[in-house]
């Protein structure tokens, strides 16, 4: 649909739009009124009940790895050892408030969007859908969330602290703490705790009415004029929902500041400590009020620059002019809508990603399973999640690997997904998880195109990937021969061991897990009909050539004893005998 053109076609497009736009806000209201306590109660429990009972895994586990770690010096090791139980008492208390928290918002905003959801174009029965999207959908999402959120806690968790114990040490040097800079670093950190604090919680206040009427200018401007989120007619009633929804981010941005200005503030202790000067703590307590006033002028295109002065805080510190936030002066301009869909942005989440990951996980595990690269040894190993990882591991990068080969050979920018979308550093989306990953990926595809690999040293990457570089199985006759350099194995077992180690970062994102479970349920299944396939074929073939062979020698007995002597008779069937045997 054409937006309207006009001053007057505006005005009622925007009047025929605020009592539809209204009808939908209030059955959305009404059904978060009603779901909100449930999905509360649910989120809460769940997650307070796997918090409380995971507390003593979490300490034990701590404790250990720490004391484990090779990276950790003895001192260093007895300080953590005392900020445990602090760290874990305040992980318990933050972690059930935000559930509670998290539960009422997603309780009572998820109906609100599905009920927006439900008018978009190209849905059918959009009536039943007003009122029956957001209900049960957002109950059976909130045991979703309780289950993602057992996964971080356990697996994700669990995994972080085995890396801390396998990680070698740094150039053979351990990471330990200097006693005699302990007590100034608290007292830096306290210092700016006690000035970022209320300076930066002002500063936001007193930003936030400009935050919430340019806000509200824009958000009005665009509805009228059909413009940036309103100028697709499916956006029309979730942009609507976001005029409404505005002060809500605003008061999160305020809050947000407030919370990061501890962080920011405390900071000053670990300048202290690495600069060795109490003088330069105090300069960054001063210096990090101009940064934030510097940043947030920037995200409100507000005037450049503070009014808080910005001393050098460290002593190998480059100058102020070349480390300020403020935007080059070819983003200060607002992007016109030409710029903005002459490059449009990917529309990928990363749970879908996750989701495309596991499709083709699943396509080529099902393939190696025939193959006999994975074996049901692999299986079980990832069932119980002991020996072996390649399931856990070496199949999602073996699936990443096969991307990085195909953007490589096709010398793309970006990455190929299996769609021939293409991500890029440009287009990607503005996802946290793009952000973790994406510049690792795109090294390793460079450095892979570098490496100018042939098919064969392909193939071996791909195995060495696969198998996690097991060498009993890469001995293997059916994999590939490895290269006769030295130095050209050493490289792809680099390349490998840092693809399986994003890998295993990416298995601690939310949702892998689930994803996980059910692609190992997807492959037993298969390696199971497989094999009673495979049992029922043998079973059937072996039965026609036995009843075959016994038909043939009771037919030889019947009409040919009477001219055969008995021994004749004793070596047909011990011949018919001996072939049922090899046959079995």
Not at 113 to 134: I, P, Q, R
Not at 226 to 238: A, D, K, M, N, S
Not at 308 to 335: A, E, H, M, V
Request: net charge neutral; hydrophobic share 40%; proline share 5%.
């Amino acid at each position: 649909m054409e937006p309207p053109k006009g001053v007057l076609a505006s005005l009622w497009h925007f009047i025929c739009f605020l009592p539809y736009f209204l009808g939908l806000l209030l059955l959305g209201i009404i059904k978060g009124i009603i779901f909100c306590p449930l999905v509360c109660l649910i989120v809460t429990v769940g997650n307070s009940a796997l918090i409380l009972g995971l507390l003593p895994v979490h300490g034990f586990c701590t404790y250990y790895s720490v004391v484990r770690a090779k990276q950790l010096g003895p001192l260093l090791k007895l300080l953590v050892c005392i900020c445990i139980p602090v760290l874990l008492i305040l992980w318990t208390v933050f972690s059930i408030v935000g559930s509670i928290i998290g539960g009422t918002l997603y309780g009572f905003l998820s109906p609100i969007f599905a009920t927006f959801d439900a008018v978009g174009e190209g849905k059918t029965d959009v009536f039943f859908h007003c009122f029956c999207d957001g209900t049960w959908s957002t109950i059976k999402r909130s045991f979703t969330v309780v289950r993602d959120f057992k996964d971080i806690c356990y697996h994700s968790y669990l995994s972080v602290l085995e890396e801390l114990q396998e990680r070698e040490l740094p150039n053979g040097k351990r990471y330990e703490i200097r006693l005699l800079l302990l007590p100034g670093t608290i007292i830096a950190a306290v210092l700016g705790f006690i000035i970022d604090f209320p300076v930066i919680s002002l500063v936001a206040l007193c930003k936030s009415p400009y935050m919430l009427f340019k806000g509200w200018h824009r958000l009005f401007h665009d509805l009228i004029g059909r413009e940036g989120p309103f100028l697709e007619t499916i956006c029309v009633p979730l942009a609507g929902l976001a005029i409404l929804v505005w002060p809500l981010a605003v008061v999160g941005a305020v809050l947000g500041s407030m919370v990061a200005s501890i962080f920011l503030g405390a900071f000053a202790g670990v300048i202290y400590y690495q600069e060795s000067s109490f003088w330069f703590g105090l300069c960054y307590i001063i210096a990090s009020l101009a940064i934030y006033d510097e940043y947030s002028n920037d995200i409100l295109d507000m005037q450049e620059g503070s009014c808080f002065p910005r001393p050098q805080y460290r002593s190998s510190q480059l100058p102020t002019s070349q480390t300020n936030f403020s935007r080059p002066s070819s983003l200060k301009n607002p992007p016109t809508r030409t710029t903005s869909f002459s490059n449009p942005m990917v529309d990928l989440k990363p749970l879908e990603l996750l989701h495309r990951l596991f499709k083709e996980c699943q396509r080529l595990g099902e393939t190696m399973v025939s193959e006999g690269l994975i074996t049901p040894k692999d299986i079980e190993d990832a069932k119980s999640r002991e020996g072996t990882k390649v399931v856990s591991i070496g199949l999602p990068a073996y699936c990443l690997l096969q991307r990085l080969l195909h953007s490589a050979q096709a010398n793309s920018a970006g990455i190929l997904l299996g769609d021939s979308t293409e991500i890029t550093l440009t287009n990607r989306p503005k996802d946290t998880i793009f952000d973790w990953f994406l510049n690792p990926f795109l090294i390793m595809k460079d450095q892979i195109k570098a490496e100018n690999l042939s098919e064969a040293e392909e193939e071996y990457l791909g195995k060495l990937v696969l198998l996690c570089g097991d060498p009993a199985r890469l001995k293997n006759p059916n994999i590939v021969a490895p290269p006769e350099s030295e130095r050209k194995r050493a490289e792809l077992d680099a390349l490998a061991r840092r693809l399986q180690g994003l890998t295993k970062s990416i298995s601690r994102y939310p949702t892998f897990q689930r994803h996980f479970e059910d692609l190992v349920r997807t492959l037993s299944d298969n390696l199971a009909k497989k094999n009673d396939e495979n049992r029922s074929s043998n079973g059937t073939q072996t039965m026609q050539r036995s009843k075959s062979a016994f038909v043939r020698m009771f037919s030889q007995r019947s009409f040919k004893g009477k001219t055969n002597n008995n021994n004749g008779s004793d070596q047909e069937s011990q011949s018919v005998r001996a072939r049922d045997v090899e046959i079995v």
